[in-house]
T-cell receptor, first 117, second 113 residues
């Protein structure tokens, strides 16, 4: 399977614990995005990387959230001191670099569903 | 076919009917508009995109219409099939750098045979 993969698919944790999710993008894609989706809503942008550089962060990304893409390939999203409001689906997407002349599709992974008890 | 003038959270159609899903977007400066389909337990899947300098684009069984005057986007699905049942989201790219997708409210399409 050459699509975007995410691990784990499901994570249940207790409030206050730290969690880390992993995303493996499509291999030739230099852009990687993180989104959060709550039940019944569309995905909300969190942050994106171009290669290893984190170029944009949403105001939704509180200081408890940190994302890395150390070698420009896979990425991790860590949430520290989880709260019940962090319960959501965390989606990763990847794409080629935007050229301006055409839309480079963002391919989404299946997501990691986080439940904070 | 079944259509909605304003955004509705659900749309139910019979197999073989045409479906029209509507979306209002917010940023008049957005350059690209995209429709995504999301099935239960999966990530969104790209359907079709349209650039702001176009008003219509056709794909396989799908057509996207863009009305910049009223900031309205629609997705038409011809001969709707049970496999089209999913949540449909419109999204816009609000800046020239082409980064974050801003998603609109979803519409759940249910197709009965």
């Amino acid at each position: 399977d050459t699509g975007v993969s995410q691990n784990p698919r499901h994570k249940i944790t207790k409030r206050g614990q730290n969690v880390t999710f992993r995303c493996d993008p499509i291999s030739e894609h230099n852009r990687l995005y993180w989104y959060r989706q709550t039940l019944g809503q569309g995905p909300e942008f969190l942050t994106y990387f171009q290669n290893e550089a984190q170029l944009e962060k949403s105001r939704l990304l509180s200081d408890r959230f940190s994302a890395e893409r150390p070698k420009g390939s896979f990425s991790t999203l860590e949430i520290q001191r989880t709260e019940q409001g962090d319960s959501a689906m965390y989606l990763c997407a990847s794409s080629l670099e935007f050229t301006g002349s055409s839309y480079n599709e963002q391919f989404f992974g299946p997501g990691t569903r986080l439940t904070v008890l | 076919g079944e259509s909605v003038g304003l955004h509705l959270p659900t749309l139910s159609v019979q197999e073989g009917d045409n479906s029209i899903i509507n979306c209002a977007y917010s940023n008049s400066a957005s350059d690209y508009f995209i429709w995504y389909k999301q099935e239960s337990g999966k990530g969104p899947q790209f359907i079709i995109d349209i650039r702001s300098n176009m008003d219509k684009r056709q794909g396989q069984r799908v057509t996207v219409l863009l009305n910049k005057t009223v900031k309205h986007l629609s997705l038409q699905i011809a001969a709707t099939q049970p496999g089209d049942s999913a949540v449909y989201f419109c999204a816009e790219i609000p800046n020239q750098a082409g980064t974050a997708l801003i998603f609109g409210k979803g519409t759940t399409l249910s197709v009965s045979s």
